[in-house]
Nanobody
Framework: QVQLVESGGGLVQAGGSLRLSCAAS????????MNWYRQTPGNQRELVAT???????NYADSVKGRFTISRDNAKNTVYLQMNSLKPEDTAVYYC???????????WGQGIQVTVSS
């Protein structure tokens, strides 16, 4: 059974940092492309960051230079280091796993990040 479990969210002041983790099980993690998305009430999920199985990364313009996605295949975990947080980063953050060219993907349950001004 595939599971993605996010952790590390919470409340932080503007300018602060948080590191989100997403632990995967039930899949061949090292072959997956991993994404972090975020969603605010009434809005669609926004793609924040991507890391491929080969370690290539990509970021939304809104987080470039502040967020860093990384992965540890030995721990089946993907991370999102978030620095210089802004109130507009407040959202529920989700991780997603998929294999390019293969039907199907998996979502975590989401974790709240709140940045106070």
């Amino acid at each position: 059974q595939v599971q993605l479990v996010e952790s590390g969210g919470g409340l932080v002041q503007a300018g602060g940092s948080l590191r989100l983790s997403c632990a995967a099980s039930g899949m061949t993690f090292s072959t997956k492309t991993m994404n972090w998305y975020r969603q605010t009430p009434g809005n669609q999920r926004e793609l924040v960051a991507t890391i491929t199985s080969g370690g290539s990364t990509n970021y939304a313009d809104s987080v470039k230079g502040r967020f860093t996605i990384s992965r540890d295949n030995a721990k089946n975990t993907v991370y999102l280091q978030m620095n210089s947080l802004k109130p507009e980063d407040t959202a529920v953050y989700y991780c997603k796993a998929y294999s390019p060219g293969v039907t199907g993907f998996y979502w975590g349950q989401g974790i709240q990040v709140t940045v106070s001004s």
